[in-house]
Every structure is written in C-alpha cells, then in structure tokens.
C-alpha cells in the first residue's frame, strides 16, 4: 500500500473546473500523496507561479475558459520538469494524439478513471519528476562551475571534456566534487583549481 508524501515533498495538482470532481480527487489521493486543487486553467498557473512546488499536473480536458492541453502546453514552456496528465475521454483521442507528438503531454488517463491505475501513474510520474529535476540541477552546476573557472583560469583549461574540467566533473577517470562546494561556500576559485591540481596529479600543471 502507498503511504502519504511527507508535506514538503512536491504536490499532486488536480486542475478541473467542477466542484465535485476536486472533492472526489482529493478524497480519493490525499492519503498518499500532497494533493492540492484549482478550478482552471488560469488558477493552476497562478498557483504555479507563486512557488508552489508541483511534481504532477494532473488536468481535464474540458474546462472553460483553458482547455486542459492548452495548460499543459503552458505548463511545458515555463516549468518543462514538471509531469503533465491529461484526463480526457475517449471522443477526444485524437487530439490527445496530437499532444502527445508534440511533447505537451507525459500521459493521459481515460475517463472515469480507476483508483489503483490512476495511483500507479501518479507515482510514476513523481518519480519522473524528481529524475527531470536533479539532471536540471546537475546541469546548471556545471554550467556554473564551468563559467566560473573560464573566466578566472582561462589558460588552465584543457577543453571541457577533459584536463582539469574533465577530471574535476568525473570525466577522464577523475572524480573531484571539492571545487565546486568551495565555489557554492564563496571560497576564492584560486584555491579550489589549485587543490584539483593536486588531485590530478600529473594530468595538467600549472603554468
């Protein structure tokens, strides 16, 4: 059986523009999951905008004044790592199709939908979420760690995929995460190219 997430874990977000189904989602999921609601379209995007950590967006079709795929087709462009699920019926297939080509919809779940089915997918789609969201922030690390050290050691570089960039991200049989906490903690970027120096020892020399 599924236990509830802890409260600062990222949130289911059920969008739909009747009153009964968000009573009946919430009812249904909020025993295992952070479950919050919004009426619309535009409701959903004001709560996402206000910091509201969401993993899943789970929405209906049919909504007025949003359709669902318009909102996960917003949702796509502003905050990518996000799942996004569709809940559509069957007369709509074939612009589901097209969603799902397009890359606007993760998934989409078949009305009515199922207790266990719906709960499964769900999960999965956390899980997705927090794999999207821990390579994003990987990247951006390197990225800044990258800047970093082109602009105060430009002669030190030996191409990003190798030397002393490369042995300090793993690459090349080095593995050397210390530069980048000294960076994080403000320490001087001198200090932390010296000690991936050493690290190396007789990869790159200092000139």
Same mark, same amino acid.
């Given at each position: ?8 874990? @990222? @949130? +289911? ?14 009812? @249904? ?5 952070? =479950? ?32 669902? +795929?318009?909102?996960?087709?917003? *949702? ?23 969603? +799902? ?38 990247? *951006? ?29 793993? *690459?090349?049989?080095? $593995? ?7 960076? $994080?903690?403000?320490?001087? =970027?001198? =200090? ?6 050493? $690290? =190396? ?7």
């Amino acid at each position: 059986m599924l236990t509830r997430a802890f409260m600062g874990d @990222a @949130a +289911i977000l059920y969008v739909d523009d009747e009153r009964a189904n968000l009573d009946l989602f919430r009812r @249904a999921f909020d025993e295992q999951f952070r =479950v919050v609601c919004a009426p619309s379209g535009p409701a959903a995007l004001e709560l996402l905008e206000s910091g509201e950590q969401v993993g899943v967006l789970v929405s209906d079709q049919r909504m007025d004044p949003m359709p669902g +795929i318009e909102l996960l087709t917003r *949702v796509e462009a502003r905050w990518p790592v996000v799942t996004r699920v569709l809940l559509t019926a069957y007369s709509d297939r074939e612009l589901l199709l097209e969603a +799902i080509q397009r890359g606007k919809v993760n998934d989409y779940v078949l009305k009515p939908w199922h207790l266990e089915d719906l709960g499964v997918r769900l999960r999965a789609g956390l899980d997705s979420y927090e794999r999207r969201r821990a390579q994003a922030q990987a990247e *951006v690390e390197r990225d800044v760690l990258r800047d970093a050290l082109e602009v105060h050691e430009p002669s030190g570089l030996v191409g990003l995929s190798g030397g002393v960039f490369g042995a300090m991200m793993g *690459v090349g049989g080095g $593995a050397f995460i210390v530069p980048l906490l000294t960076l $994080a903690m403000g320490f001087p =970027v001198q =200090v932390a190219i010296a000690s991936s120096l050493v $690290a =190396v020892a007789g990869t790159a020399c200092a000139s």
